[in-house]
T-cell receptor, first 112, second 111 residues
Framework: QQQVKQSPQSLIVQKGGISIINCAYE??????FPWYQQFPGKGPALLIA?????SEKKEGRFTISFNKSAKQFSLHIMDSQPGDSATYFC???????????FGAGTQVVVTP | DTAVSQTPKYLVTQMGNDKSIKCEQN?????MYWYKQDSKKFLKIMFS???????INETVPNRFSPKSPDKAHLNLHINSLELGDSAVYFC??????????FGPGTRLLVL
């Protein structure tokens, strides 16, 4: 049973647009929510992470929004660039070094 | 370069063989992991070691045996390889609140 549900499966956005990926979780004990970026042939790379005591975290063009009551969190990629084309995974765990439960991934394609 | 490294990068082998994948991290982390990524890109944890002690052991066939000789190394040995073992295997490491850092992966193909 997948504990973290991610949508959409794929996303095409024009250069300069906003990419939005959503995740929902069931286990209210989760307290660490990272996002990973994976390019073809590479390992996932930690992009940004949030804990449930804040509702938003921003790093450059990447923003995580967190809604604890709805058990949802999302990644916004502002001013999307072709170099952002990759697969993005959300994840959740009981702590930052615990067992990560991954979403199924979203393939983002940014067109020039 | 500080990183998580894995060898080999590619592994092609026959069904029934035994193979090992090695992982090393020089980040000073105390926890290491093995993940399996299937053909649909789904990532699932297999094992986790903290300071050489096994702390996570998911429902993985006992043909898979991890071994951590020290905090910086975590190897994965697979006995009697099956077609369904074909996947990409990622090693990762973490320290307290740093999040998990992944290696480049080992692409295993069982023929």
């Amino acid at each position: 049973q997948q504990q973290v549900k991610q949508s959409p499966q794929s996303l095409i956005v024009q250069k300069g647009g906003i990419s939005i990926i959503n995740c929902a979780y069931e286990n209210t004990a989760f307290d660490y929510f990272p996002w990973y970026q994976q390019f073809p042939g590479k390992g996932p790379a930690l992009l940004i992470a949030i804990r449930p005591d804040v509702s938003e975290k921003k790093e450059g063009r990447f923003t995580i929004s967190f809604n604890k009551s709805a058990k949802q969190f999302s990644l916004h990629i502002m001013d999307s660039q072709p170099g952002d084309s990759a697969t993005y995974f959300c994840a959740a765990s009981l702590d930052s070094w615990g067992k990560l439960q991954f979403g199924a991934g979203t393939q983002v394609v940014v067109t020039p | 370069d500080t990183a998580v490294s894995q060898t080999p990068k590619y592994l092609v082998t026959q069904m029934g063989n035994d193979k090992s994948i090695k992982c090393e991290q020089n980040l000073g982390h105390d926890t290491m992991y093995w993940y399996k990524q299937d053909s649909k890109k789904f990532l699932k944890i297999m094992f986790s070691y903290n300071n050489k002690e096994l702390i996570i052991n998911e429902t993985v066939p006992n043909r898979f045996s991890p071994k951590s000789p020290d905090k910086a190394h975590l190897n994965l040995h697979i006995n009697s390889l099956e077609l369904g073992d074909s996947a990409v295997y990622f090693c990762a490491s973490s320290l307290h609140s740093s999040g998990e850092y992944f290696g480049p992966g080992t692409r295993l193909l069982v023929l």
